[in-house]
């Protein structure tokens, strides 16, 4: 994890070389690199549309090693179709899709021997339609089948009539291969058709299907982020042990050192759409749909549109209409202009420039937003340039939205009584969910009975890391930020602990048994004691979520809005969010994990289960019977050595 002043260090390193260095493309190559050529003034494109023409229809998509050229830049990545941004695939609901996903990836070298939670296998991969409302059962969207290389499979998709209108993304999901091939590029653009007449004419004017030339697609993949603190690719290709000829550390450039290491110092970039930096030309005070899609593994986008100078300006209005894929109840003009897209999230925007000019959409880790967004990898860069020319034009945003479908109804007033599931998702360090890493595909920690409303607490122990809340077949509905009174996570001689938070007397401060504790454990105890006051002191930082949130009402970019639906949330250091929803049409397993695509791969996954009415909600706890989000039922240990009510964290 960069901090944030090496990543602030690195970005004006870049800027610096662009203005100086004055090589022209064609002098420049993997051995003598140039930061300013990586091939600026593209002319906007979206990717390669396939949609449906009939209800029933089948698509094929070929895995590949294929190499991507940014001017002098060669890259071997693994691609759909061999694009870097996957072709964009529009669905009707009732649409049954039938996908052929032909893995042609090699299999020297893939199994790396490495156990369970660990980065491995570099081309075996599946296939996540993240966001929508689906079921898991095969040959549905299930996520815990593995294509092996030189392996194909068939997906039969059916798209539910009540899954929301809006933009998704799909993705590759196999456990310990996600964060390497998404951030390489195996991603795209995954729409849910809207019907004209659903939409106010105001919004239909600037979206498909009648008017798509105003409705424009975004992916944005972090193609171009060689930040080796930050898993930059170079680093990730090296951890998974990527064939040598795919690297870029193979080539010694001038000046020394390899290429990776001069991108990591040099390119830092989003792409948009597989291009760097491209420019989209829009008609003065035309209204347009941004579809804005963060196909990353590890950073949230923090977007705006700036002057070309890169400042804040007021020519460019700009609108939220939707986010992951569900319409807000009205378009929401944004607490500074700027939005928040979480890491695998999406927001529709409704933009119009009403001044003739350049202007660029860009990404900016505002400072004033440190305390909600917590420590996460930020991203301060341009994504693209728009050319806003010609007469100006009148258009009016629109004052509604479509419905949201019923499985979305609001739940915020929803009688206690009629709450029937409460379930705690604790984030904790070193990858562990619910004080376990991966349990495996049949251990269900949490079963909810279908069509029930579900009420859930989202805690991180983390007191300083953020992570990045998922689930899979059902949205999300946030309904608070409160008080913190779980544990505390904390780092002692290189292993973690969880502290109580509500009682700093002594109770209740381990949660886990650690195995080398020193000469004995109450030995390691007087120790820890001595500076617990001290730790908690500095650990305690990012508390008073709940209260921020409720003096600027959410207003800095990490707090989602309260009544907002979301297929991912952003959860702070020492944040209790709850969430609503209710598990509907779909019997079947739910994945539950951090869509920072390491901390999944490396262990923060865990299966839940949908059952129908009548079945057994009996799960597997699996905390040692320190329920996630308690102190536990630790807190008369080590005091007379009885470790049986510990649990030893992993197993
Ligand atoms: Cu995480």
Partial sequence: MASPMRRYHTWIVAVLLTATVQKGSSECSMTDPCADQLGQAKVFQEPTQLSSKESSWSMTLNVDISTVSYNWLELKRRLYNGAVAGPTISVKRGDQLTLN??????????????PLDMLNHPNTTNFHTHGLHISSKPPQDDVLTPIEPLKQHQYVYQIHKDNSPGTYWYHAH???????????????????????????????????????????????????????????????????????????????VAGGGTLTEWLSDNVNYYTTNGLFQPTLVMSTGEMYRFRL?????????????????GNPTLDCDTREIAIDGVYLSKPHKM????????????????????????YKLRSFANASNDLSMGVIYRYTGDLMTLDVSGPAAESAFPTTLPSRPSNLRDLRNVPEADIEGRFVVEFDPDSYINRQLWMGPTNYRYKMTLGKVQEWHILNTDNMLSHTLHIHVNHFQVISYNNYTGSVAMNVSGDWYLASVSDMAGKCYFQYEKSDLGPTPQAFDAGFRETRAQLFASKLHYLGHNIRFAEDKGGTLGYARLGDWMDVLLV??????TIRFVPADFDCYVIVHCHILAHEDTGMMMVLKIVKEGESTAADVQSGGAYPGTCGECDRYPFNNDTTLCHKKGT
């Fill in 101 to 114: 996903l032909i893995n042609n990836l090699s299999p020297d070298g893939n199994d790396l021997g490495r």
């Fill in 174 to 252: 196999w456990h310990g291969s996600s964060c390497f091939q998404v951030a390489g590029g195996m991603s795209g653009i995954l729409i849910v058709e809207d019907k004209a007449s659903d939409m106010p004419a105001e919004l239909s004017v600037a979206s498909c299907p009648e008017n798509c030339d105003k409705d424009i697609q975004l992916l944005f993949q972090p193609i171009l982020m060689f930040d080796q603190n930050s898993r930059g690719f170079g680093k990730l290709q090296e951890e998974t042990h990527d064939y040598r000829g795919f690297r870029t550390d193979g080539y010694v």
């Fill in 293 to 309: 899609v963060n196909a990353g593994g590890e950073t949230p986008l923090e977007l705006y549109v700036t002057d070309s100078a």
């Fill in 335 to 358: 607490h500074d202009g700027q939005t928040m897209v979480n890491p695998a999230g999406r927001v529709d925007w409704l933009v119009k420039c009403n001044v003739p000019g350049v």
């Fill in 572 to 577: 702070p250091p020492l944040a209790n969010i």
